[in-house]
């Protein structure tokens, strides 16, 4: 049964993320999250800010679910309780349960993961659950009106899934904000002003008291990754080399002051938490290769940065490859700017860019068809030199994928 739901999601609109069927499946059958809730948005860091807070939160001793998108190696890895993966059993079993009504609502991969897991945390009640959005707010999938929110986050926007969110800075953060509910806290990152005014009416629509993410202070790289400042707390670390950690670190222990009455943790247990294992694909070092699935500019910009910082003067080779929607006008001359070499590139997914695609940048880069022969020669050919594969962490799972192999 799971093969069959691993089939699902790889066939079944899987670049699909809007409720589109979502609220009329929810409502005939009668799908909540009576849990309380963190409910994480944003154009970059929303899953790395959920894994420090589901490490938080679990060093501090709490039952912890956590849904965190995408999955590299299978759907099992988007839905955990107390830091484990969901169990094949269960997962077919739920699967099984719901599978009658995914096609009567005909739902999308995206909308059928998120209602299996949320009949999963429902089934097991953990004391908090966290939930990474989609791609947006108001329209997204997770964002269910059934939902026990005690906090919603922004950690950044910018211009991305302009299909489905709107065109401009402006649109993009009411689309976002549209997770804020009604006098609940909502806290948000380091946003220009332009989104953090429409954050702020919106909030105040709501009546939502509205919190801003501080800055962090004394930033230095160490052997054991980056070490920060952020009040009250001195000589915080995480484990990483990778500095826009550093935001959502600061944005997790800003939401953990917003919860101390209900969800109190230790100093101990912030600084616990913030040493965990970062997902996969976030600045992801594997001998000389990198994956990082940074997929529009602003994040383009922070691996370059981040980068930088660490490369020690070594060459760095990228493989890139994005999906159609996205920015590359820009995020290409960022990287060519400080890198030595490109290849474009393209994967097995829907939403995909293939060589037409990129046909006003063939003449600057080189288009390789075979992403995985493309990484093999960059290996054989540079051996030491650094290679950083990215563009999307769709693309960065694939080709994991295929080297961890």
Do not use: W
Request: overall charge negative; charged content about 30%.
């Amino acid at each position: 049964m799971v093969e069959e739901l691993e089939l699902f999601l790889k066939s079944h609109d899987a670049g699909r993320y809007t409720r589109d069927h979502f609220d009329k499946y929810c409502k005939k059958e009668k799908l909540c999250l009576s849990i309380p809730t963190i409910h994480i948005a944003g154009s970059n860091g929303k899953g790395s800010t959920a894994r420090f807070l589901e490490a938080i939160y679990l060093a501090q001793g709490y039952k912890v679910g956590a849904f965190i998108k995408p999955s590299f190696v299978c759907v099992n890895e988007s839905i955990r309780l107390n830091g484990e993966e969901i169990d094949d059993q269960t997962l077919a079993r739920l699967y099984k349960d719901e599978s009658k009504a995914i096609a009567k609502y005909d739902l999308s991969a995206f909308e059928a993961t998120v209602g299996i897991a949320y009949r999963y945390f429902e089934e097991k009640r953990p004391d908090i659950v966290i939930i990474e959005a989609g791609m947006g707010g108001g329209v997204d999938a997770t964002n269910i009106d059934e939902m026990d929110t005690i906090l919603s986050i922004i950690t950044s926007i910018s211009l991305e899934h302009t299909a489905y969110l709107g065109t401009t800075v402006s649109q993009i953060a009411y689309s976002k904000s549209g997770i804020i509910k009604e006098e609940k806290p909502i806290l948000i990152g380091q946003l220009e002003d332009e989104a953090k005014n429409i954050v702020r009416e919106y909030a105040e629509d709501m009546d939502a008291p509205f919190y801003e993410v501080d800055s962090f202070h004394f930033d230095q790289v160490l052997p054991d990754g980056y070490h920060f400042d952020y009040r009250p707390f001195k000589d915080l670390s995480v484990s990483t080399f990778s500095r826009y950690q550093l935001k959502n670190a600061s944005i997790v222990i800003e939401a953990t002051k917003i919860l101390a009455e209900t969800f109190p943790v230790s100093e101990e247990a912030v600084r616990k938490g913030l040493r965990c294992t970062l997902l996969p694909g976030r600045f992801e070092q594997v001998g000389n290769l990198i994956f990082d699935g940074a997929h529009n500019p602003e994040a383009t910009k922070e691996l370059v940065a981040s980068l930088n910082r660490v490369r020690g003067g070594k060459r760095v080779h990228v493989l890139f490859a994005s999906m159609r929607d996205k920015n590359i006008a820009v995020m290409l001359p960022e990287l060519n700017r400080d890198f030595d070499h490109i290849i474009l590139t393209t994967f097995d997914h829907p939403r995909a860019r293939k060589e037409e695609d990129y046909f006003l940048y063939l003449g600057d880069y080189e288009f390789l068809s075979d992403p995985k022969k493309a990484l093999e020669d960059l290996i054989h050919q540079f051996p030491d030199d650094l290679i950083l594969i990215t563009g999307s962490l769709a693309f960065v799972g694939f080709l994991r994928r295929f080297y961890v192999k």
